[in-house]
């Protein structure tokens, strides 16, 4: 073998044991790699676990009162402490860096009562508000199907604020752009619409609301209602994004299936009735938005106040009224997001309180002068 020979194969051979250690060497650095992945990935979803469930209640069924007091000048960390050490939270960081997070401020001191099934912002809400530093001094029960008037009224009675003093206020311009800039989510443009009599009509929610100091003002009084009324729509966003159906065409329709309703009616076919008449080009013709056009209250509505001139009139307009005709609750709200599928265009109400349907104005005629002319 020549020494040429001889050179290309030591070379030969040093290469191919070179190519042997890189390849030992690139086996090694990828092992050493996936297990700094690996071992980065279970402490981010160590993490992200821990954050999840330090964000959560510490026990979603105890509700066993827990006394909290918060000293005078106390720190956002002073107060995760306090919470952490009565066991109302899980994590002290996590809170504070939450409460950052969210920009909360304006923590009361106070003696508190909470529980360790409250979450995060109810606590937050209880400690900047002072809610359980004494007893409930009142209560306003505002029930479905309400207008704007009527609560008014219903304020005034547990209040020392009139009707006209209260309705001002929710009639107030500058108060309705408060409110606006709160929830804009809730409260958009559409409220201010050409021919919309009340601003917030339907836009307060049907529910008993706990006051607790004696005398609180008309906005402290009011804005509960508001803040309720965009908590409950905010559960429906996704489906009325998805359906392409706005706030106020969600809250309108639904004060009129609340309006329409009896305690045994089946909301979701009424709603059906509404769909198929806006469907087939028909005035919808229900009979409370002539009452709210003509601003009474009537046990029967007449031919002649069919003929009441107002956009509210849905006998002489086609589609919906400019906004709600009162406020509406979540059976309602859930029959406009998933009515029935019928093929009835009308329906009336007997004296009893049953609501019959029927898909011809024939069989509708016949029902009404069985249930109600010859009544």
């Not at 409950?232 to 329409?260: D, G, M, N």
């Amino acid at each position: 073998m020549s020494e040429i020979d001889s050179n290309k194969n030591t070379f030969k051979k040093k290469l191919l044991e070179k190519q042997k250690e890189a390849k030992i060497v690139r086996k090694i650095v990828l092992t050493v790699f996936i297990i700094v992945i690996i071992a980065s990935s279970g402490l981010i979803g160590g993490g992200y676990l821990y954050i999840k469930s330090s964000l959560e209640p510490v026990d979603p069924t105890n509700q066993t009162e827990v006394a909290v007091t918060i000293p005078i000048g106390s720190s956002v960390s002073l107060i995760a402490n306090i919470l952490e050490e009565n066991e109302i939270i899980k994590d002290a960081r996590v809170f504070k860096y939450y409460i950052k997070f969210k920009n909360e401020s304006g923590f009361q001191a106070g003696n508190y009562k909470l529980n360790r099934s409250m979450t995060f912002q109810e606590i937050i809400g209880t400690i900047k508000q002072g809610k359980l530093t004494s007893e409930v001094a009142f209560q306003i029960t505002i029930p479905e199907g309400r207008q704007l008037k009527e609560i008014a009224s219903i304020v005034s009675k547990k209040t020392s604020f009139s009707d006209e003093v209260i309705l001002d206020k929710l009639t107030d311009k500058a108060f309705i752009n408060s409110m606006k800039a709160k929830y804009p989510d809730l409260l958009t443009d559409d409220i201010f619409g050409k021919d919309v009599r009340y601003a917030l009509e339907g836009y307060l929610y049907p529910a008993t609301y706990p006051y607790y100091k004696e005398d609180p003002t008309i906005e402290e009084v009011i804005e509960p209602m508001i803040k309720k009324m965009d908590e409950v729509v905010a559960t429906y966003i996704p489906r009325l994004q998805e359906k392409k159906i706005s706030v106020h065409r969600f809250v309108t329709l639904a004060s009129l299936i609340e309006e329409e309703a009896t305690e045994q009616t089946d909301r979701a076919k009424i709603s059906s009735v509404f769909y198929n008449r806006i469907e087939q080009n028909m005035p919808l013709q229900t009979d409370p938005t002539v009452l709210y056009a003509l601003n009474e209250h009537k046990d029967r509505v007449l031919y002649e106040d069919l003929e009441v001139d107002s956009p509210y009139n849905t006998y002489q307009n086609k589609g919906l009224p400019p906004g709600p005709i009162a406020n509406a609750g979540d059976v309602s709200f859930e029959a406009v997001l998933s009515p029935e599928e019928t093929d009835f265009l009308y329906f009336l109400a007997t004296k009893e309180g049953e609501v019959i349907f029927t898909k011809t104005l024939e069989e509708h005629n016949k029902e009404k002068n069985k249930h109600i002319i010859n009544n």
